[in-house]
């Protein structure tokens, strides 16, 4: 094995951590600095800690060379520098609890990782930390179809969890772009969403049990799939969105859902942004939208441009709207066409089409799923924020009026989840303008879109999490009093601030 | 007004209190005895604190008199005498911030209380606490047709909501036997659940948004109503289901929903209690079922015999499913029907009926929901206890089963939420046993009982909470180790512990 070997990039990481870091780890518990110098400075661990770490997981499941480093240390954000002391992947809850207990002895910070597809840096390790893998947690067990709940170690793959639903006839629904590699445990512990949302909700609607090592070294066996259980406070719920920072998720009692039947898509050009929510009204009050997303029409050019798909239909709209629903009957079709009578009556709807296959279905469904990919060559800034469904017209115009008085040459693209209120704001890169100065602009529109996300009493993270990204904004969405009473409760569950530490707030 | 006139009740009462009172009141906090003489044994408030009192709600809003303190001091488990040291009636957040600041002034225990409908005793006054009774927070404001979403005071009536969503052609779908009394703020601190939980979910998956009022006298405002919003620990999960033990609900943002259309009720007897669980297996998996409810022969024979309702058919059978769903089209029917039949053909279900109109679908309900009223007289032990749907057959045997061995002449009645593995126990009282005999040998088989949910992994408390009558047993579903938690983060909230002291826990 290579366990005993060093990173070569942590040694030349070493002078590069910046100078913060120390005073950054102290603010949380001034009297007791627990980062040992080999942790937070990026020093390699040592023989003996190695020993002991290999002692609970074995020699093969310690990694500590440069490679491991740079898969297992960061996430999808690629904006920070991995540098993990070592990478260990346990195979059991009990490893996992062995290993906090040793990081409580030795005064290491942990940080626990996924699928590692997090959008905040949320599962960074870029200080030396610990980081736990919990790839090698990935057994599924207990299935019970009466109870529609099976359990799965924490590093059960989403996609894995969607296809053994699908065997056994049920659905598990939350679904996002990264299904294929990110991890129900940090799933969990980032409360995804995704383009489900509308009807099934987040993550948290489907973590029936949880079991979770503390930064206590505690293991917690919370819920046990209970549908109802009013027994205290449902202690569930903070490791839920919690980023790793309360303790690990190690297994989860997840559930199921009847499949949907007979989706069909359709997608609307829309005369303005107030319309799509007129549209929204109207459809949700008499069908259960599976999907709501929208677009722009730069968005949509983009798309085209880029791939083989056709554009939906000639008329052009400045916005589209793609709704998802079930053809539960063969009612259902007539009356998404009434409504979408009514829709082009009032002027909302210009022109739509609808699915009439599933290939037309998937295709359809690309226009809106293509964009991130699309967009990538442009290095486009991003945000994922949320204001009131009923706000977003207003806000979006706010946001394009600041920008484009600032930066008339960058190019705005919009899509997102509009029916929750959730829209992805991306900024392209113009050609000409070099990435440093780019991304100098773009920290300065930050600033101005937080604060307008504030005045509109929105969300600086709406489904992405805060991790290392956001947390210097975390104080545009909640006030100085939620933030001090999430820290006291940082304390209840690690009180020595082993856990994931700099993440979501100092 | 009758503000300075002091309850008799409190007097005689005042020798009443239990020894283990101040005891109790100190565990928590030993280094600081919170309440003063004069709030925990029951004493009058004096007349400088009820001038305290009224310069913040106005002289009519402060209730001494003894009527009052029967009136807002108890809920409706009638077992705790009421004793508030006074009651007030604030109208607006304001105020209840002001009564808050002015009891951590003057070390004062508080009781929030609702419609006091409570099942646990969680809203009881039984310790000369200063009662704050939310009643006269009872407007709505700021109702949005596309978030679907309405501000609510804490003290708006549960009807009064569901009201107002049908007038807006949208729907409240928690809804339970207490709906025309019962408070959003009372729902919300206990996560009320009801009736329709398997298609709605409880009162926590309803509540956009909440302003609460903490032990430390700040005031939150959580999450502002928004669908998304990954921004930190979502603080307002641990005030739903709280009781009153972190702080006073004082506002909420409800979320409404599409209103249920044609709704169809089927009843079928069923062959025993694991035929129940093929049953909702069978339709769970192809129809989205608003309800599914059971009750035993016992229970029906107590019905019929009691009023003026019909057996549903003829066939014994000796425990029948109460199946709820909506005609979404003229196929549902067809396909419940088609379902009904494999039902019959694998044994499973021996007769059936199905309404036809709402009259017939209103008393197949009535079936169902005239239990309890019907066996009140018989004076039954009651319990709220929940496992995993599909132990719940195995479970009840095995209650049964401790049950009859002990006290053979006891007659068991069952009925429940069992779609949700929550099932309500009675016990009717033998006419010839006197009350407080029958109490005794109840609380024996309470013990029994829970030791049964414990081995089961189930909850003492599926949807009720845990208030004073259930804190005992919190460790039978709660670890150790949670249970500490739990009161770590009560400190966090409420430091002095002056919120709802000796509720769920001591």
Redesign the interface.
Same mark, same amino acid.
């Given at each position: 094995m290579g366990a005993k070997g060093a990173y070569d990039t942590i040694r030349t990481l070493k002078n590069a951590v910046p100078a913060g870091l120390l005073s950054l780890c102290n603010s949380a518990h001034k009297s007791q600095p627990y980062f040992r110098e080999r942790n937070i400075m990026g020093l390699e661990f040592d023989e003996h800690l190695i020993a002991k770490l290999a002692a609970i997981v074995g020699d093969e499941q310690v990694r500590t060379d440069s490679q491991s480093a740079a898969i297992y240390g960061i996430d999808w954000t690629r904006v920070y520098q991995p540098a993990p002391g070592a990478v260990v992947l346990p195979k059991t809850v009990e490893q996992v609890q062995a290993l906090v207990q040793l990081a409580i002895a030795e005064n290491l910070a942990i940080v626990a990782s996924g699928g590692r597809t997090g959008l905040s840096g949320g599962a960074v390790a870029a200080r030396g930390e610990l980081l736990i893998a919990l790839d090698n947690l990935n057994g599924m067990r207990d299935f /019970?179809?009466?109870?529609?709940?099976v359990v799965c170690g924490a590093g059960v793959i989403t996609e894995q969890l969607q296809n053994f639903a699908e065997q056994e006839?049920?659905f598990y629904p939350v679904d996002f772009a990264s299904s294929g590699s990110s991890q129900i445990g940090g799933n969990i512990s &980032? !409360?995804a969403?995704g383009i489900k949302?509308i009807r099934y909700?987040?993550t948290?609607?489907w973590v029936a049990g949880l079991k979770v090592v503390?930064g206590n070294g505690?293991l917690?066996?919370?819920n046990?799939?209970?549908?109802? !259980? !009013?027994?205290?406070?449902? *202690?569930r719920?903070?490791f839920?969105?919690?980023e790793g920072t309360?303790g690990i998720v190690v297994e989860a009692t997840m559930q199921l859902c009847?499949p949907p039947v007979d989706l069909s898509v359709l997608v609307l050009g829309v005369s303005d942004m107030s319309a799509i929510?007129d549209v929204? /009204?109207t459809y949700?009050?008499?069908?259960?939208l599976t999907a709501f997303e929208f677009f722009s029409e730069r968005a949509l050019q983009k798309v085209i441009a880029h791939g083989d798909l056709n554009r939906p239909f000639e008329t052009p709209a400045e916005y589209y709207a793609l709704l998802e629903f079930e053809q539960?009957?063969?009612? &259902?079709e007539e009356l998404a066409m009434t409504l979408f009578e009514h829709c082009v009556e009032q002027g909302w709807v210009v022109d739509g089409v609808v699915s009439q296959s599933t290939a037309q279905l998937k295709n359809l469904w690309r226009l809106r799923e293509d964009i991130s990919e699309t967009i990538s060559r442009w290095m486009p800034y991003k945000n994922d924020i949320?204001?009131?469904?009923?706000r977003v017209p207003d806000f979006l115009l706010n946001v394009e009026s600041v920008v484009n008085q600032q930066y008339p040459d960058f190019e705005i693209i919009w899509f997102g989840?509009i029916g929750?209120?959730?829209v992805h704001l991306n900024i392209l890169k113009p050609d000409d303008l070099a990435m440093d100065e780019f991304q100098q602009r773009c920290d300065v529109v930050s600033k101005q879109v937080f604060a307008i996300v504030e005045a509109y009493?929105?969300?600086?993270?709406?489904?992405?999490? @805060?991790g290392l990204l956001?947390k210097d904004y *975390?104080s545009y &969405?909640?006030?100085k009093?939620?933030?001090d009473?999430?820290k006291?409760?940082k304390t @209840?569950?690690d009180p020595r601030g082993i856990m994931n530490p700099g993440k979501?707030?100092d």
């Open positions: /019970n179809a009466i109870d529609r709940t006839g049920l &980032t !409360n969403g949302v909700g987040m948290r609607d503390t505690q917690l066996d919370l046990k799939g209970l549908k109802k !259980n !009013n027994a205290g406070y449902d *202690l719920q903070l839920i969105g919690g309360l009847r929510m929204l /009204n949700q009050n008499k069908l259960d539960i009957s063969a009612d &259902t949320s204001v009131l469904p009923s989840h929750d209120g959730n009493d929105g969300s600086v993270s709406a489904e992405h999490g @805060v956001k *975390l &969405t909640r006030s009093e939620e933030i009473l999430m006291q409760i @209840v569950f979501i707030f």
